[in-house]
């Protein structure tokens, strides 16, 4: 167990300073230069190389969650057991929370300065339209675990199956609302922000969380309901106990 918690708290930690760190590093690179589509795309991708690289590096180890969502839509369908959840979400956050601390070891002040990449959504997005995009986003990543994990899903193209999605999903979701997809990448960052002295707005990591936790929930159901066979039914008292190689997720 605690090799598997030490997997999610690395995996998190790496998908932050990678994934998140892409922001501060850009915009510091940058300077004064308008923040364009390749821009994006190059945060996206940063997103999606970390998350092929962690199912493959320890997918095999604790199933790379990497995002209390995924680990919330496995348990909630019974494909992981209740009582780690909370382990789990403890390793994903301190390790979100390491990554975004290791932005500013690399970056220095400037990567506050410049926001730390921490997910938030402008006056111009509602509450209801950011609920929305995190809500989409989420479920979109955590309905394509499920499909990778799948039986009889191909073997082996589940860490480019999830980064191919990551990436996607960043690109209509981040203008709204930054993309976090990822309870753990949306809290972490926003801590560190605050204890670096930077402004964090707390009243919107509760829309965050929500969107995101009840998306993994219900697309692990959804998935459920349209792929489950009789042969699923007939082997429905056996349930997987033990994190899958393929179960792996995460960020954003």
């Known amino acids: 167990m605690v090799q598997r918690l030490s997997a999610e708290a690395i995996g998190t930690a790496f998908l932050v300073f990678i994934g998140v760190g892409a922001v501060p590093a850009t915009l510091i690179v940058n300077g004064g230069a308008p923040f364009t589509m390749a821009d994006l795309g190059m945060i996206s991708f940063a997103f999606a190389t970390v998350v092929v690289a962690t199912v493959y590096a320890l997918g095999h180890v604790s199933g790379n969650h990497?995002?209390?969502a995924v680990t919330l839509?496995?348990?909630?369908?019974?494909?992981?057991?209740?009582?780690?959840?909370?382990?789990?979400?403890?390793?994903?956050?301190?390790?979100?929370?390491?990554?975004?601390?290791?932005?500013?070891g690399v970056l220095g002040p400037k990567?506050?300065?410049v926001g730390l990449g921490v997910a938030s959504y402008s006056a111009g997005v509602g509450t209801g339209q950011a609920f929305f995009a995190e809500f989409v986003g989420t479920?979109?990543?955590?309905?394509?675990?499920f499909g990778v994990i799948h039986r009889k899903a191909a073997a082996g193209f589940a860490g480019l199956a999830i980064g191919f999605v990551v990436f996607a999903a960043i690109i209509p979701v981040a203008p709204a609302t930054g993309a976090?997809?990822?309870?753990?990448?949306?809290?972490?960052?926003?801590?560190v922000q605050q204890l670096a002295g930077g402004t964090v707005t707390w009243s919107q990591l509760p829309v965050y969380l929500l969107a995101e936790l009840?998306?993994?929930?219900?697309?692990g159901l959804v998935y459920g309901a349209i792929s489950r066979t009789r042969?699923?039914?007939a082997g429905s008292a056996v349930e997987i106990q033990e994190p899958q190689p393929a179960a792996s997720t995460a960020h954003a």
């Open 66 to 68: 990497i995002n209390p």
């Open 73 to 104: 839509g496995l348990a909630v369908t019974g494909k992981f057991p209740w009582s780690r959840v909370p382990a789990y979400w403890a390793a994903q956050v301190l390790g979100a929370i390491l990554g975004a601390g290791a932005i500013l």
């Open 111 to 113: 990567a506050s300065e």
């Open 139 to 145: 479920f979109i990543l955590v309905f394509t675990v």
């Open 180 to 191: 976090a997809i990822n309870p753990a990448r949306a809290f972490g960052p926003m801590l």
């Open 214 to 219: 009840a998306a993994g929930a219900l697309a």
């Open 231 to 233: 042969a699923d039914r």
